[in-house]
C-alpha cells in the first residue's frame, strides 16, 4: 500500500512537470493535480510525502508490537544448541552460533551465562545451552525454533 503511494506521488509529480514544460495551452482533459499551481502542488506534494513517512513508521511500531505481543515475549530465554548428527562440522557449526548469539545478546545490552557446555571430541562443541536476561529476549528469539 505505501509502495503504491509513493508510486502515484511520483506519477502527480511526473505529471507536473509534464505539464509545466508543455504549453499552457493545454487541452480540459488535465487533471486537478496538474491544474493546481506549481508552489501549491509543491506543497501539497511535501505534505503527501511526509504524511507517508510518518504511516511508515507508525506501521512499523504497530508490526514490532503484533509481532512481540505474546504472553512470554517480554522474558528472558534459554537457548539451546545442539550439534546434532554431522561429526566435527556439526560440533565447529555448533561453536559459531553460540558465539553469534553471546555476540547478539551483548550488543542487545542482555546478560547471557553459559548454563551448560559440552566440548566436542576434536573440536567445536556438542551441546550449550545459554540464559539469556534481558526485556523482549524470547520475543525476540521465538522465531529461532528449529522444527523437526
Do not use: C, H
Not at 66 to 77: P, Q, T
Not at 121 to 147: D, M, N, P
Amino acid at each position: 500500500l505505501l509502495e503504491d503511494a509513493a508510486f502515484a506521488l511520483e506519477l502527480v509529480e511526473f505529471e507536473a512537470s509534464d505539464s509545466s514544460s508543455s504549453s499552457s495551452s493545454s487541452n480540459s482533459s488535465t487533471s486537478a493535480a496538474a491544474e493546481a499551481g506549481p508552489d501549491e502542488l509543491s506543497t501539497l506534494l511535501a505534505q503527501a510525502r511526509q504524511l507517508l513517512q510518518q504511516l511508515a513508521a507508525a506501521l512499523d511500531k504497530w508490526e514490532l508490537r503484533v509481532l512481540l505481543s505474546g504472553a512470554y515475549d517480554e522474558s528472558g530465554a534459554v537457548l539451546s544448541i545442539t550439534a546434532g548428527a554431522g561429526g566435527v562440522d556439526a560440533m565447529d557449526w555448533a561453536e559459531m552460533l553460540e558465539r553469534m548469539y553471546i555476540r547478539w545478546a551483548a550488543d542487545r545490552g542482555y546478560n547471557t551465562t553459559v548454563a551448560e557446555r559440552t566440548a566436542g571430541e576434536e573440536a567445536g562443541l556438542k551441546g550449550v545451552e545459554l540464559t539469556i536476561r534481558g526485556r523482549w529476549a524470547y520475543g525476540y528469539l521465538k522465531g529461532e525454533i528449529q522444527q523437526e
